[in-house]
């Protein structure tokens, strides 16, 4: 079983920065593929960004390119997302999600096993 926790989340000003955080459970950390998605109010859950199990490959949506850095420590069993030049439509819950034993970089959502309980990240204009 793994768990997984995010932090991070807040209250920040349009084009103000954040950085979310995600520990791990298990001893197996550097073999899962992670991700990071959000959900905002009345919307479906959205892909934001992943990364492989040893963190050379990442894959971002279009619409944080440029502006979040996903990446993972996999010594510290965490994953990370910056984000940058926060926009108010990033407003939503971010969750981190994991599929052990899998090297690739996943982006849907039904890809992954295990899911984060989320944290809230609101933009103000």
């Known amino acids: 079983q793994v768990q997984l926790v995010e932090s991070g989340g807040g209250l920040v000003q349009a084009g103000g920065s954040l950085r979310l955080s995600c520990a791990a459970s298990?001893?197996?950390?550097?073999?899962?593929?992670m991700g990071w998605f959000r959900q905002a109010p009345g919307k479906e859950r959205e892909f934001v960004a992943a990364?492989?199990?040893?963190?050379?490959?990442?894959y971002y949506a279009d619409s944080v390119k440029g502006r979040f850095t996903i990446s993972r420590d996999n010594a510290k069993n965490t994953l990370y997302l910056q984000m940058n030049s926060l926009k108010p439509e990033d407003t939503a819950v971010y969750y981190c999600?994991?599929?052990?034993?899998?090297?690739?970089?996943?982006?849907?959502?039904?890809?992954?096993?295990?899911w984060g309980q989320g944290t809230q990240v609101t933009v103000s204009s």
């Open positions: 999600a994991a599929r052990p034993r899998t090297t690739g970089v996943l982006t849907a959502s039904s890809d992954y096993d295990y």
């Open positions: 990364v492989s199990w040893i963190g050379i490959s990442t």
């Open positions: 298990g001893r197996t950390f550097s073999n899962y593929a």
